[in-house]
């Protein structure tokens, strides 16, 4: 994903449109009706069904087969019947999330299922992406991914199962508590979001893309970790280029500007990262509901940048938490920083040298959250003030 770090995202919509794969029209008998394949990584051949080209056994070994790694000596070839469906825990615009279980070992872990549009050479890149992340899982800030396989269309992503996401959490802090969630705590949600991005660009050398806080999960433990990186980024923006997905509100000007031709670089998560932190820390996105994507363009590109304050809506922050949102939120690119300074800014440093015990504070809101009727990433709250996870 190498050489996707400068990508153009505003390039002129794709004119080609790929569908999802799918196997009903194979040509293995023409006297007979179409009949959908089981996707196996064999299909049995029989004396009436012409012997499948080798391009049609890798379309269907690549919709059936992936690879999964549990630990660092456990990798298996696996396909979806290895896994049995315990729930969704999550859904949005470009899919959901499940619980499941890996049969063969009893794992448990999050499913993300995407609907894809991407064509079969990219499958195999996506695949072979994933296959580097797989094995530089010592990111002790980056959720740990165990594989993928592309199923009738849709891609399965497999991951580290966490007990919520950030989105949820400072909502329910907000909506139900009346709270906000403590500088102290922000610190190491930042901490650790900048430890993961830099650790994507200078160990893997990709960027993230979709920083966002459904993409920040949370354990009881107190761990803090990213999400979604590479290959669900591709998978979403190849939607975005060949049918209106709506607006992608944590954007940064340079990526939804038509009028910019030369791309982007992990500024543009650093935008997204402010977009993020000012969020979460006033309980309010702080941009006004778009009604299309001219109004966010408008206000995006062409207004003022979001700005934070010490006294802002009658909350107080300090004055390096404030400076290190608005420099995120620095509008020109050129000027934004990466993450190196970004590791380097006073708030980030306090951070690093404080003691501050996250796993005693996300307990006790996630055993509040439990007796309120919300387990792990669902809830029984009005839906509207839940935000779509993947948009």
């Given amino acids: 994903m190498a050489d996707q770090t400068n990508q153009n995202s505003t390039q002129e919509p794709m004119r080609t449109r790929f569908l999802p794969l799918d196997m009903n029209n194979a040509n293995c008998d023409r006297k007979r009706p179409s009949k959908k394949l089981s996707f196996q990584p064999s299909p049995v051949v029989t004396a009436r069904t012409p012997p499948l080209s080798d391009r049609t056994r890798d379309r269907i070994k690549m919709?059936?087969?992936?690879?999964?790694?549990?630990?660092?000596?456990?990798?298996?070839?696996?396909?979806?019947?290895?896994?049995?469906?315990?729930?969704?825990?999550?859904?949005?615009?470009?899919?959901?999330?499940?619980?499941?279980?890996?049969?063969?070992?009893?794992?448990?872990?999050?499913?993300?299922?995407?609907?894809?549009?991407?064509?079969?050479?990219?499958?195999?890149?996506?695949?072979?992406?994933?296959?580097?992340?797989?094995?530089?899982?010592?990111?002790?800030?980056?959720?740990?991914?165990?594989?993928?396989?592309?199923?009738?269309?849709?891609?399965?992503?497999?991951?580290?199962?966490?007990?919520?996401?950030?989105?949820?959490?400072?909502?329910?802090?907000?909506?139900?508590?009346?709270s906000r969630i403590p500088e102290p705590i922000l610190g190491q949600i930042t901490l650790a979001t900048v430890r993961a991005l830099n650790y994507l660009k200078e160990e893997?050398?990709?960027?993230?893309?979709?920083?966002?806080?459904?993409?920040?999960?949370?354990?009881?433990?107190?761990?803090?970790?990213?999400?979604?990186?590479?290959?669900?980024?591709?998978?979403?923006?190849?939607?975005?280029?060949?049918?209106?997905?709506?607006?992608?509100?944590?954007?940064?000007?340079e990526r939804i500007d038509p009028q910019r031709a030369k791309g982007y670089d992990v500024r543009s998560d650093v935008w997204s990262l402010g977009i993020t932190l000012m969020e979460v820390a006033t309980g309010k996105f702080p941009y006004p509901k778009w009604g299309s994507v001219f109004e966010q363009l408008s206000q995006v590109v062409e207004g003022d940048p979001p700005r934070l304050s010490q006294s802002y809506n009658n909350m107080e922050f300090s004055l390096d938490f404030v400076n290190f949102v608005n420099t995120c939120l620095i509008k020109d690119e050129?000027?934004?920083?990466?993450?190196?300074?970004?590791?380097?800014?006073?708030?980030?440093?306090?951070?690093?040298?404080?003691?501050?015990?996250?796993?005693?504070?996300?307990?006790?809101?996630?055993?509040?959250?439990?007796?309120?009727?919300?387990?792990?990433?669902?809830?029984?709250?009005?839906?509207?003030?839940?935000?779509?996870?993947?948009?």
């Fill in 63 to 178: 919709q059936a087969t992936g690879k999964l790694q549990i630990a660092p000596n456990a990798i298996y070839d696996f396909t979806a019947d290895d896994l049995t469906d315990e729930g969704e825990i999550g859904r949005g615009a470009f899919g959901a999330v499940n619980q499941m279980k890996f049969n063969r070992t009893d794992t448990v872990m999050a499913v993300k299922r995407i609907r894809s549009t991407v064509d079969e050479k990219e499958q195999k890149q996506l695949l072979m992406d994933l296959e580097v992340v797989m094995k530089s899982n010592d990111c002790n800030t980056i959720v740990t991914f165990y594989g993928a396989l592309f199923k009738e269309g849709d891609c399965w992503i497999c991951m580290e199962l966490m007990d919520t996401s950030l989105d949820k959490f400072y909502k329910f802090i907000c909506d139900c508590q009346h």
């Fill in 204 to 253: 893997l050398k990709i960027i993230h893309r979709d920083v966002k806080p459904s993409n920040i999960l949370l354990k009881r433990n107190g761990d803090i970790k990213l999400c979604d990186f590479g290959i669900s980024g591709q998978l979403v923006d190849s939607i975005a280029r060949t049918k209106d997905a709506g607006c992608r509100p944590y954007m940064a000007p």
């Fill in 334 to 391: 050129k000027d934004r920083p990466k993450y190196g300074k970004l590791l380097q800014h006073p708030f980030i440093q306090r951070a690093d040298k404080s003691h501050t015990d996250v796993s005693v504070y996300v307990s006790a809101i996630l055993e509040s959250m439990a007796n309120n009727g919300i387990t792990q990433f669902t809830t029984n709250l009005p839906a509207e003030r839940w935000s779509d996870s993947f948009n």
